[in-house]
């Protein structure tokens, strides 16, 4: 059965279950201790921070061993920002930011400080000189991704952090999508990753904290991993860790050169074979790996069962899979199609026979899923006498309001308008996204007794 979700949790590296089976025998002793199996257990927890550091490119002392990425993000962020009090308590993040950073974003607002949110261009990227706007003198500390755990797109790391080193403000990256591709462009202050991400075993994450960065460990201390994160290592999984960064590096030009080139595939069939589909995210500056793309008049929970129940494994960011039923925050601020979102992110090892069954089997399911939405094969053309109708899709969940629209606006004469009434938090994102795809215009949102009314005005 493929599984075409490694951006969530790739599979165990090969490398990192043989050194983890190797560190259960010889790596269960404290290595605080100085007796020989203590020593021992040193040995190995010195040599993985040494292997560790040389994939970040950050020196060994430099980098602490957490209980995951999230954590790492955590205690990143609190430190960096208690170590920075004096300067101010404005944190500056991108939209995109992965949810771990978002809610550090959020606790640091319900504890008085302030946050901004730089907006993103609609393939999600940043753009620099508005990220190095945001830096003001306050700033106690920027947060910029890598590349995006949804969508792939790279983000313009080294100018941010050229900006940053300007204004004397530090920069923290969530490389935790990117370290298996490669180490991090210079000038950054802090780093975080996680182990599961490229191989590893989960319950293992990183924070480097570069030498003359301002930090100050929040919560309970203790001698272990310089303060920084408490509790007793995990040594064995610390060793698969970083063992199987070492290998994926090793790996990654070939097989990243040879996973691109199955999803430039991807990007390129997907768009011609299936009708009405959003190929979102940086073409060119993306992690190889990944994909995503949404389905329009698709409900994304019922696609991707589909899709489980023909063999593969993929997720979404659809508000359709999502208990919330709000879309993705990251979809949402780039502004593009939600509904029917897959994310496709091919583990080491993808076959291209897998890819090819993927793209053949796909437009049979998107179809079917359309076919039991009742989904407008095309608009209708015959102009009804009214000038403008109210599509009433209040308490229907996405892809209806889209659905229901599509299927009147043929209804209306050229120049009338639709108004599609929706208290769905996805159709504010999707209406206007296919207002683009479809070539109307999106008159606006205007205010409504429940929901919102959103306008749409028929051009063609």
Known sequence: MPYFDAASAAPLHPVARQALLAALDEGWADPARLYREGRRARLLLDAAREAAAEGVGCRPDELTFTSSGTRAVYSGISGALAGRRRVGRRLVVSAVEHSSVLH??????????????????????????????????????????????????????????????????????????????????????????????????????????????????????????????????????????????????????????????????????????????????????????????????????????????????????????????????????????????????????????????????????????????????AAASSPAPDDSLVVDALGKRCPIPVIELAKVIGGVPVGATVTVLSDDEAARLDIPAWCAMREQEYVGEEPADRGAAYVVRRLS
């Open 104 to 377: 550090a974003a959020a606790d640091h607002e319900d504890r008085g400080g302030t946050v901004h949110r730089v907006p993103v261009e609609r393939t999600g990227a940043v753009d620099a000189e508005t990220f190095g706007r945001a830096l003001t003198e306050d700033t106690a500390l920027a947060c910029l991704q890598s590349a995006s755990h949804e969508v792939g797109t790279e983000q313009p790391v080294a100018e941010a952090a050229g900006l940053c080193r300007a204004a004397g403000v530090p920069l923290l990256v969530d490389a935790a999508q990117s370290l298996a591709w490669g180490p991090v462009p210079e000038g950054w202050s802090l780093l975080a990753g996680s182990a599961h991400k490229w191989g590893g075993p989960a319950g293992v994450g990183l924070l480097a904290v570069r030498k003359g960065v301002r930090f100050a460990p929040q919560g309970p201390v203790d001698e272990r991993e310089s303060g920084r994160a408490p509790g007793f290592e995990n040594l064995p999984a610390i060793v698969a860790a970083a063992a199987s960064l070492r290998a994926v590096r090793a790996e990654a030009d070939a097989e990243g050169a040879r996973l691109r080139a199955l999803v430039d595939r991807i990007r390129a069939r997907v768009s011609a074979l299936v009708p009405d589909v959003e190929v979102v995210g940086d073409p060119v500056r993306r992690l190889p790996h990944l994909v995503t793309f949404s389905c329009l008049y698709v409900d994304g929970e019922t696609l991707l069962g589909e899709l489980d129940r023909a063999g593969f494994s993929v997720s979404s960011g659809s508000s359709c899979t999502s208990s919330t039923l709000s879309p993705s925050h990251v979809l949402k601020a780039m502004g593009v199609l939600s509904e029917g979102n897959v994310r496709v992110s091919l583990p080491r090892g993808t076959a291209e026979e897998d890819v090819d069954r993927f793209l053949e089997v796909l437009p049979g399911l998107v179809a079917g899923v359309r076919e039991k939405l009742d989904a407008p094969v």
